[in-house]
């Protein structure tokens, strides 16, 4: 039995780690010790990634994926929050080499669907992983896991989740680089695009 000056310190600490989530936006659901996150659990942070895996001491420590809105994940092994080797999964099911990398090389410009669906008929252009694409709103642009608006600078997911603010780099890199609004797709009615991603299938706003 604890005394209770101690019972008392631990539901403070509880309580704490508690208000400071609710702060942040995060959560917690799992295993605790002395109030802080220790054994298996789930912490969901305000951009709604989540690490499910083992904890100890409030940190991540042992075997632990993190998940990412848009369906990708990073699957590590971790000590006290640092991940010492791991590796990175995307939403589609490519994982990420190190070493070795052929993935869209200047070799070979496919992407990872067509590498394994074989490509399409001549005239049927894809200019995405997803065929048919996603519709992109007026004035906007694709930036990868969500559309950007150059305007306000913010990055929204497919759904409409708010996911950040762009700093400078970043802007310039996506109306470089990103496919826009205005760029038709030959051979596709937007009309009748309905590809989904698999953020769309499980997100909730």
């Not at 631990?10 to 400071?20: N, P």
């Not at 969500?146 to 306000?152: Q, V």
Request: glycine share 10%; with cysteine; hydrophobic share 25%.
């Amino acid at each position: 039995m604890l005394f209770k000056p101690v019972a008392v310190d631990l539901c403070c600490r509880v309580a704490m780690v508690t208000q400071h989530m609710e702060l942040i936006g995060s959560s917690y659901k799992g295993d605790t010790k002395n109030g802080r996150m220790d054994g298996k659990g789930d912490y969901t942070f305000p951009t709604n990634s989540k690490y499910v895996g083992e904890m100890k001491d409030g940190m991540f420590h042992g075997k632990g994926v993190l998940h990412f809105p848009n369906g990708s994940k990073y699957e590590a092994t971790w000590e006290n929050g640092i991940a010492k080797q791991g590796s990175f999964t995307f939403a589609d099911g490519l994982q990420y080499q190190e070493k070795d990398w052929d993935y869209c090389d200047g070799y070979d410009r496919r992407f990872y669907s067509e590498r394994c669906n074989g490509l399409r008929p001549a005239g049927e252009s894809q200019l995405t992983d997803l065929h048919p694409p996603l519709i992109i709103p007026d004035g906007c642009y694709d930036c990868g896991d969500g559309f950007y608006d150059p305007n306000t600078r913010v990055v929204h997911s497919y759904t409409g989740r708010f996911l950040r603010n762009a700093d400078d780099s970043e802007h310039e890199w996506i109306v470089r680089t990103c496919r826009k609004s205005l760029d038709e797709v030959p051979g596709v009615d937007p009309k009748k695009s309905v590809a989904t991603r698999p953020e769309e299938a499980s997100d909730v706003n």
